[in-house]
């Protein structure tokens, strides 16, 4: 139900900008996220956007990666600046039919995308 696109390699210092795109019907007033996962570790939160639109971000990414949403369009973004090698993972969009965001809770969340992987060198 959830799509996301825009990963790819890049360096150290380097932007890319993800969009998670919704097939189905996402409420407007839902909340949407970003989780990013390592070969071998545990599904992460980056960043979500509550209905109301609050927004929290995990410590790691605060200050350089941005969420938003276009309802129009039926898309979430996250803008990834000043990337760092550590942010290399697979990045997932989530979505969850209700406005209140936990965080950062995998589980809680319904709606997955397959992922889109971003990959930053040295």
């Known amino acids: 139900q959830v799509q996301e696109s825009g990963g790819g390699s890049v360096q150290a210092g380097g932007s890319l900008k993800l969009s998670c795109t919704a097939s189905?019907?996402?409420?407007?007033?839902?909340?949407m996220g970003w989780f990013r996962q390592t070969a071998g570790g545990q599904r992460e939160g980056v960043a979500v956007?509550?209905?109301?639109?609050?927004?929290t971000y995990s410590d790691s990414v605060k200050g350089r990666f941005t969420i938003s949403r276009d309802n129009a369009k039926n898309t979430l973004y996250l803008q990834m600046n000043s990337l760092k090698p550590e942010d290399t993972a697979m990045y997932y969009c989530?979505?969850?039919?209700?406005?209140?965001?936990?965080?950062?809770?995998?589980?809680?969340?319904?709606?997955w995308g397959q992922g889109t992987q971003v990959t930053v060198s040295s």
């Open positions: 989530a979505a969850r039919p209700r406005a209140s965001c936990p965080f950062p809770a995998p589980a809680d969340y319904d709606y």
């Open positions: 189905g019907y996402i409420g407007s007033t839902w909340c």
């Open positions: 956007l509550g209905g109301a639109g609050s927004t």
